[in-house]
Structure formats: structure tokens, C-alpha cells
């Protein structure tokens, strides 16, 4: 059985001066990884006999302004169909250097959940076969899920601070 520990172990082997933390939150394996060796950390994953994670589940961005230096972030899930085990990795970048090398030579399902990253956070996927928007207009100059801008419209006058606990 393949278990978190010994996937832990083996990627640990690998790639252990690349690693910058490692976690199980419910039950699930997470590595985060800096971004040159993202690709290689998913390959090794989807090549290796016995981790076997042959299938891509979520590609994802996030933004967190707080992590300095870091602000922009991708998030995989990985899933090997037989042994029934996921792991999740994580990879950083700032937002001066938010290129990432693309998942589209292992996965071909990449393609469309990496244009949808890049689309609302702006994470660029070097090597990605047609970098371009997918669900907003092309013109559009901005990317929506960067947290630039405030949350409420700042110009209402007709809401009372007070019923929402400030």
C-alpha cells in the first residue's frame, strides 16, 4: 500500500535541497516545492513505478499578498487511479517573476486549467502551447483574482458600518 510516509520518503531522495515544506492535512500529502523544480517534481510523480500519479485532478492559482516575495502561487493535485493515492504540490513565485514552466508536455489536460490560471491570476506558463485567455475578453487589462482592489465599493453611503462589525 502506498502510503504518504513513503511517498514523503522517495520524494525526499529526490529532491531534498528543492523541498521548502511538507504537510498531510486531512489525510492528504502536500509538498511545496520551488518553482524551477516544479516540472521535474511532477514528472518524477507521474513517471515513477511506484508513485504512478498518472492523473492531473485540479490545477489552480492562488494570490496572497502577505507572502513576501511569493505572492503568486499554483496548486496541483495529482492522483495515482490504482494505489487510490493523491498528493497536492505547491509552487510560489513573486509577482516581478511569475513564469512557471508549463505541465502541458505530461498532461494534456493542463492546457485548458493553466489558461484558466494564467486568465485570473496572470501566472504565466513558459512553453504552454497557446498562452492566451479562455473565459475573460482579450482586452481585458487586468487579471480578476489578484487581490489589487477592495473588497466593498468604497464610494456607498448607504451601508452603516456598524451592522457589519466594524
Not at 494505489?83 to 492546457?111: D, Q, V
Not at 485548458?112 to 485570473?120: A, K
Request: aromatic letters at 12%; charged letters at 25%; one cysteine or more.
Amino acid at each position: 500500500m502506498l502510503t504518504n510516509q513513503y511517498a514523503l520518503k522517495k520524494i525526499k531522495e529526490a529532491f531534498l535541497d528543492h523541498i521548502t515544506d511538507a504537510s498531510e492535512s486531512y489525510g492528504m500529502l502536500t509538498v511545496s516545492v520551488n518553482k524551477d523544480s516544479y516540472f521535474d517534481l511532477v514528472k518524477f510523480l507521474k513517471e515513477d513505478a511506484e508513485l504512478n500519479c498518472m492523473f492531473l485532478t485540479d490545477l489552480t492559482g492562488i494570490h496572497d499578498p502577505n507572502r513576501l516575495n511569493e505572492e503568486l502561487g499554483v496548486i496541483v493535485h495529482l492522483h495515482n487511479l490504482t494505489a487510490n493515492f493523491r498528493i497536492r504540490i505547491k509552487t510560489f513565485a513573486s509577482t516581478e517573476h511569475h513564469s512557471i514552466k508549463s505541465l502541458t508536455p505530461l498532461f494534456k489536460g493542463a492546457n485548458w486549467m493553466e489558461r484558466e490560471t494564467f486568465d485570473f491570476f496572470g501566472i504565466h506558463f513558459s512553453g504552454h502551447p497557446n498562452m492566451k485567455r479562455i473565459l475573460n475578453v482579450d482586452d481585458m487589462d487586468y487579471h480578476p483574482l489578484l487581490k489589487q482592489y477592495p473588497m466593498e465599493d468604497q464610494t456607498r453611503e448607504d451601508k452603516d458600518n456598524k451592522y457589519f462589525g466594524r
